[in-house]
């Protein structure tokens, strides 16, 4: 069955940076487009970014532009985000989730892993 | 795009029809997806393209819509059922999610 497992997170310093990882198993990661999710505590759910299954096409949060950007592995089925310039805000559970056929939907995810951006 | 769910808190009981509305602030087509969060637990997809229900969902939870308005209506309330709801529109980068709909018991 599918599988995504997120780690990576931790508590960092404002201004740091860290990079969050997505294994991937039981489908076909090199062939499937994936997004990252993620939730601060206690609250909604934010869209972060989003990376074609080939890495050619990246989309992201106007509130991450410029500080995050989002990478694949295809021969490790790893997907990456690479967070830089933590602000206090950025404080969330990060998951990564499989986007279902044709994009239409995000139909499978991880249960997220927590970063925690505190002096 | 911003999504608006209403209403952000809904108290019911077991056996209740209740229904949650999502509006988007320009058009979406048909381009909406509802999720079930349940707490300390990742999102699950109910249904996407505002009315196709994800295979495995209950019958009970169905969606209707086009454009700028959307519901998602849960004909009749099991106890699994209290969680949060989220739509989310994967019209046009970058995608969204309204701010949710907490389900509480009654």
Known sequence: QVQLAESGGGVVQPGGSLRLSCAASGFTFSSTDMHWVRQAPGKGLEWVSFIRYDGTNKHYADSVKGRITISRDNSKNTLYLQVDSLRAEDTAVYHCAKAGPLNWNLDQWGQGTLVTVSS | ?106
């Open chain 2, 1 to 106: 795009i911003q999504l608006t769910q209403s209403p952000s808190f809904l108290s019911a009981s077991v056996g209740d029809r209740v229904t949650i509305t999502c509006r988007a602030s320009q058009g979406i087509s048909s381009y909406l997806a509802w999720y079930q969060q349940k707490p300390g637990k990742a999102p699950k997809l109910l249904i996407y393209r505002a009315s196709t229900l994800q295979s495995g969902v209950p019958s009970r939870f169905s969606g209707s819509g086009s454009g700028t308005e959307f519901t998602l209506t849960i004909s009749s309330l099991q106890p699994e059922d209290f969680a949060t709801y989220y739509c989310q529109q994967l019209n046009t980068y970058p995608y969204s999610f309204g701010q949710g709909t907490k389900l509480e018991i009654k």
